[in-house]
Each structure stands twice: as C-alpha cells, then as structure tokens.
C-alpha cells in the first residue's frame, strides 16, 4: 500500500514529506493507523547525527494509533484496538525481560538499532528501496509495522493524543520519579529541564509525595508551566546549586534529575545532589560523548548517579496504569499539549521545540 511519511534522507537536512510504499504485517507483526505522534528531542539528535542510525530514515517513537490488521500469531490486540505505542519492543523470555527490564530487551536490542525488523527485512520502501524505522516504529507516517510487543491496547475512552504521549514523554518522565528513582514522601527533588520529560518528572514526583520539587530551566516562560505540573519552586538563574542548598537545609536535593541531556548540565546536577543523595540522568547525551563527574567524591559522600532509560516501565503494566491517572484526574496530559501539526508542518513543529515555544508539540493524522 501506499502511504505519506517524512523521510530523514541526509543528516542536517529537513524532513521530506514522501509517498513511500508498505508491505502487509508478517507473523507477530501488527499494522497501525496513526493518530497522533509526539515531537521528541530524541528524533533530532537523529536529525543532528547525534545518535546512529542508517539513513534514509522514519523518525518518531512516540505515537498512538488503531489496529488496521494483525500478522499470524498475533494475540494481544486485534484490529480496532486503540493502542500506545512503545519504541522498547521486547522478546520476553531473555535475561533482562525475565527480570522485569523489557526495556534493556536483549534480544530486541540490537534489532532496534538497526532500523529493521527482526528477521532483517525492511516493510517499507521507496522505488524497491529500503527504508529504515526508528526504535523500531517511526511514527512519522500514516502508518506503521511494528512488532506485537511495539504496542499496548488502552482504553478507548481516552484521546489519542494522550495515549501517544504515554508512549515517551510520560513514561520516561513519571516513570524515571517513580521506578528508577523511587521518589519517596516527604523527600527533596530539583529537575534540570522543564521541557516534555521534565514536567513529566515534576509530575511523577508530586504524585510521589515529594516537597520541595524545584524546576530550573533557562526558559523563564517555562516557569508558570512548570508550577502548574506540580513545581513548588522554579529557577532559570545559572547559580542553581547554592540556591538548591539554600531550599534543602545546606545540604542539596535528596533527588536530582538531568532531563535534558548536556555533559555540562549533568555535572551541575551532580553538585546539587546531596551526600548520599540521588541523581538521575534521564536526557540522552550525544552518543559517544563524556560527562566529568569526580570520582573521590563520588566515593567520599556516597553519590548515587542512575541511569533512567524511559522510566524503567513495563509498557503492558504501566501504559494502561498511566491512562488510569489521567481519567482521574491525577496526571495533567491535556495540558502537556501545547501545539498540533499536521505532517506537513513537521519541520515547524521541531523549529518551535528548538526554540522552547512548546511544552509538547503532536504531529496529528
């Protein structure tokens, strides 16, 4: 069949809108309508050639949709299903699946990478040419192919633009509060970033009971925002760590989280994390890239620093769970949308991430 997508030819290059052509879902595999899909960093640094995937490419990893058909084998959704989608396709019998971390799938990993499915194979095309999908769904498209376990059925009553957010933003944010960090009643949280992860952060650690939860950002537009998701203190000065001490008795924050993804920033997080405290790095940082954090006193005051890759969800368990809040009222995702774009305006819509004009910006179908 035929379909419109934005196609990534070259890196440093604007997305083209291109009729590409796509084949039926094979066994285990399951065809998506797109609704709505997320405008991420994630897909810019691809944009940037900051992380490696082979080109030509369809972006976007954060999307929602409807089942259209299902391959054999199929059993966990059935065509007319809404669905999330989940950019960590998982096999579900490997070493880190059977510990409850589908996202570090090792078998689906390296697939995943590679833009492919996993039996190599390409289901779209250009003139009998491949092209390739991010995190194995690229969402920039009218539809997608993608792995059973590539999605989640959710509940019908919530819109899918919502259900498209649950996919990335809210996952990696709440879920880095709740899962990888643990945020407990009571504790201190500052958040380097108030951008869609960042306010999903606040978020996921207001509903963890934690006081004070401080926003820093150099965006000052993004303060308000910021308040309104669950901040009781923002920041966008560059002497962040004395006045994150000054708010948690000298000491520093109890949690600190990196949202962004800057070396730079990260180790500034690091100084505002208290002795035995716990800093969460959940922006990505260009791969291959370094970050200087001392290790004497790492040692010396019992730093915990954690890694956070999309919030260590179980997508089947939490998606759903995440809808749940929503419905009654305990996470605010309709205001997280700030801007919808058709396909066509996609260049505009990053334009205006880059820029800090959006909480969340949608490509909506």
Known sequence: ???????????????????VDLQAPQAGEVLVKM?????????????????????????????????EAVGDGVASVQPGDHVSLNFRAHCGSCFYCQQ???????????????????DGSSRISRDGEPIYIMTGLGCFAEYVVIPESGCVAVRRDVPLEVAALVGCAVSTGVGAAMFTAGVRP?????????????LNIIMGAAMCGADPIIAIDTNSTKMEIAREFGATHTMYSE????????????????????????????ETAFEATRPGGTLTLVGLTPV?????????????????????????????????MFLDLYSNGKLKLDELVTKRYSLDEINEAYQDMLTGEVARGIIVF
């Open 239 to 266: 002497d962040t760590v004395s006045q994150i001490q000054s708010l948690t008795a000298g000491r520093g924050a109890d949690h600190v989280f990196e949202s962004v993804g800057l070396q730079s920033l990260q």
């Open 1 to 19: 069949m035929k379909m419109r997508a934005a196609v990534l030819n070259e890196t440093n290059t604007p997305f083209s809108i291109e009729t």
């Open 100 to 118: 409850g971390k589908s996202n570090l799938c090792e078998t689906y990993t390296p697939v995943l990478r590679s833009g492919l499915q996993k």
């Open 35 to 67: 609704a709505a899909s997320g405008v991420c960093h994630s897909d810019w640094h691809v944009v940037e050639g900051l992380s490696y995937f082979p080109l030509p490419i369809i972006c976007g990893h954060e999307g929602a949709g409807v089942v």
């Open 288 to 320: 291959g890239s370094g970050t200087n954090l001392p290790g004497a006193i790492i040692t010396r005051t019992e730093k915990v620093i954690k890694g956070s890759f999309y919030g260590s969800v179980l997508p089947q368990r939490d998606f759903p």
């Open 186 to 198: 009571g504790e201190s949280v500052a958040v380097y970033g108030a951008g869609g992860v960042g």
